[in-house]
């Protein structure tokens, strides 16, 4: 068996991009159509501050091709500010606009803050078998002391990825080796950065060569054991992620569009 591979960014509306990515001219409405002719797939950050209306929904559905994929970040009044408790009434109303995505709709993502602690498992323990079965979801904990035994167990069994974040919380080397155990028939792979000095994203300014290299046999290997592999590339890891996510797709044998060929006159879809 070999995974489907979804390699694409976080997020979409970057300025900065225009040039080095979009072609000069490109109008912001026209970003992420733009986008979907590079990559089958986008993070959505802007899930992470409220539930989408319904009609941006259709929209992101109605401007990408078939075989697109969102994955969509619950809302941090969910998981930040309710901390999973008494908070299945704001579920239900973003999983039903997730659903308006239809097959474009990738993983659900459940981020959690660096100060949810384990103190709180009571909370997880009641969320995670709510979670509804139709949906595919990931967890990302930025306490180490979620990555025990008891907590893998508890997402396997309710089919929930374990989002490997390559960021400052977790060494790389225990993300290598938690790869290689999957919760899920899917995994969410997130490239971060180690800090947010970055604020031109316009080209590259870091070399995160090795780091990359260090990932590719993990991704192969994850790719021959589950169903789906969805991973995307923060501005912040290396300064441009659209570049970051070419070198990534190539060390990976994948097809890659170079920013020349996203003019009008292409049409890849």
Not at 110 to 123: L, V, Y
Not at 248 to 269: K, N, T, W, Y
Request: proline share 7%.
């Amino acid at each position: 068996m070999t995974a489907a591979l979804h390699l694409g960014t976080q997020g979409w509306n970057y300025p900065a991009w225009v040039g080095p990515f979009y072609p000069i001219g490109t109008r912001p409405a026209d970003f992420l159509s733009v986008y979907a002719r590079a990559w089958n797939t986008v993070e959505v950050d802007s899930t992470f501050y409220a539930t989408p209306a319904l009609k941006v929904m259709k929209s992101w559905a109605a401007r990408t091709p078939g075989g697109f994929r969102f994955s969509l970040k619950l809302p941090q009044e969910i998981t930040h500010e309710r901390r999973l408790r008494n908070a299945f009434d704001l579920c239900d109303r973003f999983y039903d606009a997730a659903r308006l995505l239809g097959p474009k709709l990738g993983l659900i993502l459940i981020q959690m803050g660096p100060d949810f602690s384990p103190i709180e498992q009571s909370a997880l323990d009641e969320f995670i078998p709510r979670l509804p079965r139709d949906l595919q979801f990931a967890i990302e904990f930025r306490h180490r002391g979620w990555i025990r035994d008891d907590i893998l167990d508890l997402l396997r069994g309710h089919s929930v990825a374990l989002a490997l974040s390559d960021g400052r919380w977790i060494p790389r080397e225990q993300l290598l080796d938690l790869a290689s155990n999957p919760t899920a028939n899917h995994a969410y792979l997130r490239w971060m950065g180690p800090n947010r000095d970055i604020t031109d994203y316009s080209h590259i300014q870091a070399d995160r060569s090795a780091e990359l290299d260090a990932w590719v046999p993990a991704i192969r290997a994850l790719m021959q054991r589950i169903h789906s592999v969805y991973g995307y590339v923060n501005n912040h890891f290396s300064g441009h992620s659209p570049q970051t996510v070419r070198e990534l797709a190539q060390r990976l044998g994948q097809p890659v569009v170079e920013p020349g060929q996203l003019g009008d006159q292409i049409s890849l879809f």
